[in-house]
């Protein structure tokens, strides 16, 4: 693995669950700051990804304040080489991390992962398009970057863990693994995104502002007149930027048209691309309903014969609306979950817990059914799995029956 440290450079220059499964029943659990001066193996010694914003600021302030050891990195994943359409400040993060680093008085490095980057996060996400999924590229860069490659590096170079930004929180069990808990903001809980990450990975993970409400972030970062104090939160693709996902696919995956059918078989009109839409989209489909007060919805994507089929978004609706799925790639942030249990699903990011009950069978696979009606369940994203607050796991969506 080739990864490149840049230390030297400057930008310029280059809800609680009624039911909960036996599994967790009676457990005991011990809380554990995220933050701790010291290790079984000694003095502990954390780097800091800072993206340049105020989240990752704040929570290299708080391991400063605690006086563990730190430094700070930024992960340089992305520069835009292609020119696609968009906002891609990199230079300006990297900058504004360097800022609030030397605010701190602490040292500063931009870690050059282009190159692993575009294998294990844009050929992920592209190749997900082109199968017809809609993949989930910030839960695999948690995985496979922030806690994958960069934790790597930050061990080849002496340090004992990563901290980040994230809105979530660890706690210690009576065995000593670790377990992930939503963030105290739950508008702002980023458990989700780490559903697939290991045990391992867990361990060596520090999520300094868990316990912080986002009002009181930007308030420290004010008090410490950090750089990034009043900075917008970032809405793009992960380390990418405010880039459309369409923008972003025309730029590698050539258009692709065909017809676009409604749910009683009839062309409506015509496509740019199967990758260019996802299960439930109503913005951009560009085709008029002629319905007074209803828009088509994508509900379906057929690869055999390159059509789109909309319809409209009601209950109803048995292509949109599904109370069974099957979830693969089985991943568990503790012990793995081998018998039939009930349990709390995230079928996305800002989806509300829903009761679901989960039955696994053959390898890393399960089947899911939901207590309600889910919109819109989309093969490729990824399902968090809950027990109350705590994060048990994920899968990534494969089928979705039909109700």
């Given at each position: ?55 990752s ?26 020119n ?51 993949p989930?590229?910030d839960?695999?860069c ?42 105290v ?19 060596a ?26 900075k ?58 002629n ?9 379906e994507k ?40 009930m ?6 990011y800002?989806?509300r817990?829903a ?11 399960a ?37």
């Amino acid at each position: 693995m080739r990864i490149v440290s840049e230390a030297s450079q400057r930008p310029s220059d280059h809800l609680a669950f009624r039911n909960p499964s036996p599994r967790f029943a009676n457990r005991q659990i011990s809380a554990k700051l995220p933050i701790r001066k010291m290790s079984a193996q000694g003095t502990e010694k954390v780097l800091v990804a800072m993206s340049g914003g105020v989240d990752s600021s704040v929570a290299a302030l708080l391991l400063e304040r605690a006086g563990v050891p730190i430094e700070g990195a930024y992960m340089k994943n992305w520069i835009n080489e292609e020119n696609i359409v968009g906002d891609c400040p990199w230079q300006t993060d990297i900058e504004d991390a360097r800022l609030v680093a030397d605010t701190l008085g602490i040292p500063f490095r931009v870690v050059n992962l282009m190159r692993e980057y575009r294998t294990r996060v844009v050929d992920y996400l592209l190749a997900g398009y082109q199968s017809g999924v809609t993949p989930n590229p910030d839960v695999m860069c948690n995985r496979d970057m922030k806690f994958g490659v960069f934790l790597e590096y930050a061990r080849q170079n002496g340090f004992t863990a990563v901290a980040t930004g994230h809105y979530a929180r660890r706690l210690q069990r009576s065995d000593g693994s670790w377990e992930i808990l939503e963030g105290v903001d739950k508008n702002k809980d980023q458990s989700y995104f780490l559903a697939l990450l290991r045990q391992s990975q867990i361990a060596a993970a520090r999520f300094p502002i868990g316990e912080l409400q986002k009002p009181a972030v930007r308030s420290l970062a004010a008090k410490h007149q950090f750089a990034t104090a009043a900075k917008k939160d970032s809405q793009g693709i992960c380390f990418i930027g405010e880039v459309k996902m369409s923008h972003f696919l025309r730029a590698f995956v050539p258009d692709n048209p065909g017809l676009i059918r409604n749910h009683f078989g009839k062309v409506v009109g015509e496509h740019r691309g199967l990758h260019l839409y996802t299960l439930g989209q109503k913005r951009g489909v560009g085709v008029p309903s002629n319905t007074p007060h209803e828009a088509y919805v994508v509900v379906e994507k057929r690869a055999a014969t390159n059509e789109l089929i909309v319809a409209f978004d009601r209950p109803d609706n048995c292509r949109l609306y599904s109370t069974r799925c099957r979830i693969g790639s089985l991943s568990f942030t503790n012990r793995p979950l081998d018998q039939k249990a009930m349990l709390l699903a995230k079928p996305r990011y800002r989806a509300r817990a829903a009761e679901v009950r989960f039955e696994p069978f053959g390898e890393e696979r399960a089947m899911l059914e939901f207590g309600q009606p889910q919109r819109a369940l989309t093969p490729g994203q990824v399902c968090a799995l809950y027990d109350g607050e705590t994060l048990v796991g994920g899968g990534i969506f494969e089928e979705i029956a039909a109700r």
